[in-house]
């Protein structure tokens, strides 16, 4: 079993920063890749970034690309959302997810494990 428990969300101003952090517990980090949803109100989850076990695949939204960076540091077990720029439709609940496999995917069904949440609301 896995808990991953996120930090770093809030409240910020467009053209602000944030990052976003997701520590794992339990299995080994490294046998996960990992994904960054996120679900503002009335909308369906929407992909983020993924990366995967090596950190030798990354892959972003078309909503992200250019401004947000996907990292992890297996040796603290964590793994990060660096968000730039951030705009006011950036507002939403940011999930991180571990999937049981070598890559990520910009799927949700494809993941096993999944943080609490974390509010980032942008403000115009």
């Known amino acids: 079993q896995v808990q991953l428990v996120q930090s770093g969300g809030g409240l910020v101003q467009a053209g602000d920063s944030l990052r976003l952090s997701c520590a794992a517990s339990g299995r080994a980090f490294t046998s996960y890749s990992v994904g960054w949803f996120r679900q503002a109100p009335g909308k369906e989850r929407e992909f983020v970034a993924a990366?995967?076990?090596?950190?030798?695949?990354?892959y972003y939204g078309d909503s992200v690309k250019g401004r947000f960076t996907i990292s992890r540091d297996n040796a603290k077990n964590t793994a990060y959302l660096q968000m730039n720029s951030l705009r006011p439709e950036d507002t939403a609940v940011y999930y991180c997810?571990?999937?049981?496999?070598?890559?990520?995917?910009?799927?949700?069904?494809?993941?096993?494990?999944w943080g609490q949440g974390t509010q980032v609301t942008v403000s115009s």
């Open positions: 990366i995967s076990r090596s950190a030798g695949n990354i």
């Open positions: 997810a571990l999937r049981s496999w070598a890559r990520g995917t910009p799927k949700s069904n494809d993941y096993d494990y």
